[in-house]
Nanobody, 130 residues
């Protein structure tokens, strides 16, 4: 069965850290560019960070310097290390896979239905609150 499964979400205090993981089954994740997207309550889904096959990365301005995306080809996984978390980072975090090279375009447009992302996970919730 082809699927992406996210894990690592939870409740954390402001300033804390979480490490999200996205594991693929049924296909090789290292053949795809990967994006992390998030959707806050009442808001549209937005791109957070993306990485392509050449490990070129893109980060939304709101997370630069705090989040780090990385590939783990041996485990068929992509991780998102999130540090210095803020309440505005709260939301459901989704990973997605697509044949893409332009990571900026992937992150900025990948959440649009018209983009046609190849695979989406079901998401993992992150709550940043004291």
């Amino acid at each position: 069965q082809v699927q992406l499964v996210e894990s690592g979400g939870g409740l954390v205090q402001p300033g804390g850290s979480l490490r999200l993981s996205c594991v693929a089954s049924g296909f090789a994740l290292n053949d795809y560019a990967i994006g992390w997207f998030r959707q806050a309550p009442g808001k549209e889904r937005e791109g957070v960070s993306c990485i392509n096959l050449n490990h070129i990365t893109y980060y939304a301005n709101s997370v630069k310097g705090r989040f780090t995306i990385s590939r783990d080809n041996a485990k068929n996984a992509v991780h998102l290390q999130m540090n210095s978390l803020k309440p505005e980072d709260t939301g459901v975090y989704y990973c997605a896979a697509d044949y893409a090279f332009n990571v900026q375009a992937l992150c900025l447009s990948g959440s649009l239905p018209s983009y046609g992302m190849d695979y989406w996970g079901k998401g993992t919730p992150v709550t940043v609150s004291s």
